[in-house]
């Protein structure tokens, strides 16, 4: 068992070592500032969609500048905005 341990450890420390050179080096500069949506596209590609966009139970609400500068938006911190965010929708 501690072989196998001992050979583990090895892998780790070399696939890491690779990694971080590879990091650093001049001709992979290009994965710097890669974003977990171009990683998310990447990962489409390769083993295609898991399941069917329109089937998620998902929300997205979009505020702009206007709205977040008037009451009951303006001055409050971003955090206490879910409870106000349902009353705003609720009036359009």
Do not use: N, Y
């Not at 090895?10 to 990683?39: M, N, Q, R, Y």
């Not at 998902?58 to 977040?68: P, R």
């Amino acid at each position: 068992m501690g072989r196998v341990i001992k050979r583990d450890a090895v892998a780790i420390i070399l696939v890491a070592l690779t990694c971080g050179i590879f990091s650093v080096l001049p001709p992979f500069k290009f994965i710097h500032g890669w974003s977990i949506d171009a990683l998310t596209a990447l990962r489409w590609e390769v083993f295609g969609v898991r399941r069917d966009p329109g089937s998620a139970p998902v929300v997205v609400i979009a505020l702009d500048e206007e709205t977040s500068e008037t009451p009951p938006f303006q001055g409050s911190p971003t955090l206490t905005w879910t409870t106000e965010i349902p009353r705003k929708l609720a009036g359009f």
